[in-house]
């Protein structure tokens, strides 16, 4: 039972690039969110994905897109990058229900900004 | 912005020895969970605790909560070299139900020495 898989694992871009980053969600699983983690702080959260739409957003700029596909797996785009841009990017599954569903992370994209 | 904030920042004791940490959060909440990050990965759930009980075990794992504090505690008793790793908080974003997106709290840094 594959866990939840992310790619690349690393990446390195230059400011004002564009990147994008993918995620597989578990197997079963419905929804995706999106975490930023800089270096030394805790996850924050960007945007969690379910049904093909953006359903809750956090405190990140429209640069910040994403999609989700039929098969509930889902990308990360980030246009314009900055140098504050560079953190472990995670994406996190789970399913879509009433009551506490605990959240399953990937082990994230490593992006460098130069 | 970060919802919980954890303490102490670093933590280091003997193996065998028991670990506690704590951390306070800022608004009401329905849950707080508590998750585990090894260097270099993923995050892993460990334990929820609802707003409306004081206190839940899971194995080693001891979870309190206060909310007249707005605070909570995970103790690690007899605590292995395999529990060092940084240990957050997190709460949900919204009230709408379903797995929604978490605030998580900057972490502690557990180091277990052999």
């Known amino acids: 039972d594959a866990g939840v898989t992310q790619s690349p694992t690393h990446l390195i871009k230059t400011r004002g690039q564009q990147v994008t980053l993918r995620c597989s969600p578990k197997?079963?699983?419905?929804?995706v969110s999106w975490y930023q983690q800089a270096l030394g702080q805790g996850p924050q959260f960007i945007f969690q994905y379910y049904e093909e739409e953006e359903r809750q957003r956090g405190n990140f700029p429209d640069r910040f897109s994403g999609h989700q596909f039929p098969n509930y797996s889902s990308e990360l785009n980030v246009n314009a990058l900055l140098l504050g841009d560079s953190a472990l990017y995670l994406c996190a599954s789970s399913l879509f229900a009433q009551g506490f569903q605990p959240q399953h992370f990937g082990d994230g994209t490593r992006l460098s900004i130069l | 912005s970060q919802q919980g904030e954890e303490d102490p920042q670093a933590l280091s004791i003997q193996e065998g020895e028991n670990a506690t940490m704590n951390c306070s959060y800022k608004t009401s909440i329905n849950n707080l969970q508590w998750y585990r990050q090894n260097s270099g990965r993923g995050l892993v759930h460990l334990i929820l605790i609802r707003s409306n009980e004081r206190e839940k075990h899971s194995g080693r794992l001891r979870v309190t909560l206060d909310t007249s504090k707005k605070s909570s505690s995970l103790l690690i008793t007899a605590s292995r070299a395999a529990d060092t790793a940084s240990y957050f908080c997190?709460?949900?974003?919204?009230?709408?139900?379903?797995?929604?997106?978490?605030?998580f709290g900057k972490g502690t840094h557990l180091i277990i020495q052999p």
């Open positions: 997190a709460t949900d974003l919204y009230t709408g139900g379903g797995a929604d997106g978490l605030t």
């Open positions: 197997s079963g699983h419905d929804t």
